[in-house]
Each structure stands twice: as structure tokens, then as C-alpha cells.
């Protein structure tokens, strides 16, 4: 098991920045792969960013693709988020989530655990 906590969330004027931050319980973290998800009003949740267990492998939404950049700290148990540039569509609330496996994966169904989300809003 399991459990991601979210942090870093909040309100900035569009083409600032913010670093979302991802803590995960369990002695386990460097066996996971993780994901950055968002959701925005009335959307479905879609694929951010995803990192393999060893940071080597990263893969990014086309939308975000050059303004945000995943990476993970395997002592700290700790997945990051940097979002740099942000727009006013960034406006969504924010998962981290883990999946049972060293491979990255962009799929919503890939990710076994999830946190509690964190809110982001970009104002234009």
C-alpha cells in the first residue's frame, strides 16, 4: 500500500510558476513509476507527466511539453512537479499518482494509487 500526499498547489497570474510536490509513504517508492494527472471543471482527468523509477525515462502531454518538468527524489520518497509559464487552461486540480511498476506509463488506468489532489489556478 501505498499513500501519496500532494502539496504546492495554489493561485498564480499567468506566466508564473509553481512546484508541485508529491510525498509517498512506504520503503517501496523506487519500485514505482509516477504520474501527474489533472482534472479542470466539467473535464476528465488527463495525463501530465510521468517518470520511471530510475528518472531516466519521462514523458510529457503535448500541452505542457517545455513549460513543465517531472523528477523524483527516491531518497526523500518525494515526485515533483515544476510548471513553469503557466496558462490559464493549467487551471485544474492536480494528482499524484503511483503505479506497481518501474515503467512509465501515461495511461489513467496504468496508476494503482492516487492522492488527494492539490488545487492550481492560473489567472489571466
Known amino acids: 500500500q501505498v499513500q501519496l500526499v500532494e502539496s504546492g498547489g495554489g493561485l498564480v497570474q499567468a506566466g508564473g510558476s509553481l512546484r508541485l510536490s508529491c510525498a509517498a509513504s512506504?520503503?517501496?517508492?523506487?519500485?514505482?513509476?509516477m504520474g501527474w494527472f489533472r482534472q479542470a471543471p466539467g473535464k476528465e482527468r488527463e495525463f501530465v507527466a510521468t517518470?520511471?523509477?530510475?528518472?531516466?525515462?519521462?514523458y510529457y502531454a503535448d500541452s505542457v511539453k517545455g513549460r513543465f518538468t517531472i523528477s523524483r527524489d527516491n531518497r526523500k520518497n518525494t515526485v515533483y512537479l515544476q510548471m513553469n509559464s503557466l496558462k490559464p487552461e493549467d487551471t485544474a486540480v492536480y494528482y499524484c499518482?503511483?503505479?506497481?511498476?518501474?515503467?512509465?506509463?501515461?495511461?489513467?488506468?496504468?496508476?494503482?494509487?492516487w492522492g488527494q489532489g492539490t488545487q492550481v489556478t492560473v489567472s489571466s
Open positions: 499518482a503511483a503505479r506497481k511498476t518501474k515503467v512509465a506509463g501515461t495511461g489513467l488506468y496504468d496508476y494503482n494509487y
Open positions: 512506504g520503503r517501496t517508492f523506487g519500485n514505482y513509476a
Open positions: 517518470i520511471s523509477w530510475s528518472g531516466n525515462t519521462k
